[in-house]
């Protein structure tokens, strides 16, 4: 089968309202995939802060700009939203029904829409209200309390577990799988509530799989993946940098103390009761020498030694390299999209989209019209809301 190079939900059509952080996320997730997403941008800017051309999370996508709170605001999203399959939008709970464009209006215009709700608390519940952000989603769910060395605060893994793998993942997975029950017999249109705190949760399936079976301790940095064990864990090297290890299973953990030469000197990975002796004993030993310099000496073993990179350095890794986990389109450096396809490759093909840029073309792709489809017409100044305040 010859590839084509667009992704697999290529003729997959999406509105996506501007909002911030894991909505885009996701919205950029599935334009990776070959989605056609058309971002309805708002005088005034939804984005990060950035320059709009630096925003990645809006690669691949296009933009119309449209103020919602005018008159014909909600009538030319509804416009977009039968044409589409998917809607996804990040407000609080009540904001899209309060701008005439909640799932009662959208599955009205059109019956088989995929209506995606990205929320932190979800559409109900006491906290469904209230303001929030990644740090107190993770932190109700019990995933925060597990990050980070038992006598300090709780580590922050920046906005990643919470925001887009509790988050963004989450509302990719009900979405396409809410697509999939539009094509069968008899399917229709839903609404995807994702809420962080419920994909967080999920992702501590796990984890309290091990506990109930007694082999994990709720506290931070006692168990075998959370900094408890010495062979589980990062090290400071002679430089300043680190290197992170992972030698569970013993085989890999035997090649490992060889490799860093103190095979004959330390205590049994048995004897719980010398775990600092031994982490000890491997801390010391790392910062005899350089990254540069251990890396040498794990690279083609099974180890499960690796150098800590920082972001700027990843994209340079031998191996990422050669797989092309990172690629550069308009002259930025970004991952590529994930995962791969055999036949329906996902690809960069457009940079971020720029607000309201892409009027005129979505107009004519998805047949828009009426009289505020005139292309003629102008959009409204993207930085309007701006200029007010």
Known sequence: MAATGNGPLTGVRVVELAGIGPGPFAAMTL??????????????????????????????KRSVLIDLKTEDGAARVLDLVERADVLIEGYRPGVAERLG??????LGRNPRLVYGRMTGWG?????????????????????????????????LPANLLGDYAGGSL????????????????GGTGQVVDAAIVDGTAHLTTMIHAMMAAGGWQDRRGANLLDGGA??????ETSDGQYMAVGALERRFYDEFIELLGIADEVPSRKDFGRWDELRDAVAERFRTKTRQEWTAIFEGSDACVAPVLSL???????????????????????PAPAPRFSATPG???RPPARPGADTAEVT????????????????????AADKEG
């Open 312 to 334: 700027r350095e990843a994209p340079a890794h031998p191996h990422l390299a050669a797989r092309g986990t990172f690629t550069s389109h308009a002259g930025v450096t970004q």
């Open 170 to 185: 989450y509302l990719v997975i009900g979405v396409l799988a809410a697509l999939q029950h539009t094509r069968a017999p």
């Open 364 to 383: 004519r792709d998805w047949e828009l019209s009426g009289p505020h489809w005139d292309p003629r017409a102008p959009d409204p100044d993207p930085l």
């Open 101 to 106: 464009l909640g799932p009662e209006e959208c």
């Open 123 to 155: 559409q109900e519940g006491p906290l469904a209200e209230r303001a929030g952000h990644d740090i107190g989603y993770v932190a109700v769910t019990g995933a925060l309390s597990m990050i980070g060395k038992a006598d300090e605060p709780p580590a």
């Open 230 to 235: 010495p062979f589980y864990g990062s090290y």
């Open 347 to 349: 690809s960069v093909r």
């Open 31 to 60: 334009a990776d995939l070959g989605a056609d997403v058309v971002r309805v941008d708002r005088p005034g800017g939804a984005g990060l802060g950035i320059d709009p051309a630096h925003d990645l999370t809006n690669r691949n």
